[in-house]
Every structure is written in C-alpha cells, then in structure tokens.
C-alpha cells in the first residue's frame, strides 16, 4: 500500500519561500510508472494542480503555467522523497498542499498525502 | 487551460434520493473525465474515471456518464456516508503543454 508522508511548516512570510517534502512508502521516487505531484486547494482557487516529477529514464518535471516562474519539485532518491518550493510568495499562495501520485497512464490521482495547511503571512 | 464548471455548488438531499452532480467542460474532452469524493478534513478520494469506469471499492450505487463537454455523475439512493464534496476532473490536456484541471466542487448534505 502506497503511503505518503508530508512535512514542513505551515507559517511561511511573504518574499520567502514555501517548501514542503513529501516521504513515500510502498514505491519508489523512481519508478518508471507514475508521476509524483503536488496540489493545493483553497477557497478562491479551489483544487489546482501545480506540477510533477517523474523518472523515465532520466528526470523530467512538469509545471502549471501559473506557477512556472517561482516553483520547482525535487526527488531525493536517497530518501525517497520529493519536495516542493516556491518562491516569493504571497498571501494568495495560502492553501491546504497535498502531495499525490497519479494513476497507472496518469490520467488521475490515486495516492495522496495528508494535507498541509501553509498560510503566508 | 480547460475549465471545468460544475452545478449544483451545494445541494442538500434526504437519505435514499437520487442525486446528480454536473460538469461541464469548456471544450470538447472526449471520456478523459474523473470524479473524487472528498470528506471534511481528508483528501479527494478518485471514484470514477473516464467518465464511467467505477474505482475499485466504490459502492454501485455511484455511477458516471457523459462525453464531449457534459457529464454527471449519480448517486442511486443517498447514503450518510456520502456527505461530502464531489469534484470533476478532466484529463484530456494533460502537462506538458497542458495541465490537470478541477471543478469548483459540489458539497453535498444529508438532510
């Protein structure tokens, strides 16, 4: 059974960075198969997907265009993690983040973590 | 991005009603279509996908239909358990080049 764990502070100030990580179990970081996303949800933007990492062969990463310019999604195959940062945010980047992986042919989201609320102020 | 525009945004329902959500799509999705369940304080739980195809697990009386740009998804006869907030999601323009996009929600009360 895939599980998976989040971390990280739920207080960020403006201008700096948001970073959360998320530690899996029941699969691997690694896995040619799946994707590994992050989400957040909040009440003016509801449920937006921000972006993916995934292995084929080599590394890829994939962004939301609203986020393009401040965001990246890391693997720690060491760890068999991913993490999240965003930079220079704002109070509108204030939402509940969940990390998610997708569906075999990735077509949804299948496993997710437990939901971080990160408020910026 | 594809929007995806659900209705009602709330409804309240009796135990045994029948109940439809509905998602319309802002152009032309084909099935590439999925449906979560989210309960208060717990994350969305994917239910059917594309657009009918229930999820292992998921009771019968929940049902999805629809192609194109209009879809609903169904509940047979209202449980308690079924107090929730229904989301659709579309997965024909996918990233890159594209990205996953959600409805607003559905929150769903048991009278």
């Known amino acids: 059974q895939v599980q998976l764990q989040q971390s990280g502070p739920g207080l960020v100030q403006p201008s700096q960075t948001l970073s959360l990580t998320c530690a899996i179990s029941?699969?691997?970081?690694?896995?040619?198969?799946?994707?590994w996303n992050w989400i957040r949800q909040s009440p003016s933007r509801g449920l937006e997907w921000l972006g993916r990492?995934?292995?084929?062969?080599?590394?890829?990463?994939d962004y939301a265009a609203s986020v393009k310019s401040r965001i990246s999604i890391n693997p720690d195959t060491s760890k068999n993690q991913f993490s999240l940062h965003l930079k220079s945010v704002t109070p509108e980047d204030t939402a509940l983040y969940y990390c998610?992986?997708?569906?075999?042919?990735?077509?949804?989201?299948?496993?997710w973590g437990q939901g971080t609320l990160v408020t910026v102020s | 991005d594809i929007q995806m525009t659900q209705s009602p945004s709330s409804l309240s329902a009796f135990v045994g009603d029948r109940v439809t959500i509905t998602c319309q799509a802002s152009?032309?999705?084909?099935?590439?279509l999925n449906w979560y369940q989210q309960r208060p304080g717990k994350a969305p739980n994917l239910l059917i996908s594309?657009?009918?195809n229930l999820e292992t697990g998921v009771p019968s009386r929940f049902s999805g239909t629809g192609s194109g740009t209009f879809f609903t998804l169904t509940i047979s006869s209202l449980q308690p358990e079924d107090s929730a907030t229904y989301f659709c999601?579309?997965?024909?323009?996918?990233?890159?080049?594209?990205?996953?996009?959600f409805g607003q929600g559905t929150k769903l009360e048991i009278k």
């Open positions: 998610a992986r997708d569906t075999r042919l990735g077509y949804g989201f299948q496993y």
């Open positions: 029941g699969d691997s970081v690694s896995s040619n198969s799946f994707a």
């Open positions: 990492t995934y292995y084929r062969s080599k590394w890829y990463n």
């Open positions: 152009q032309d999705i084909r099935s590439y």
């Open positions: 594309g657009a009918s």
């Open positions: 999601q579309q997965f024909h323009s996918l990233p890159p080049g594209g990205a996953y996009t």
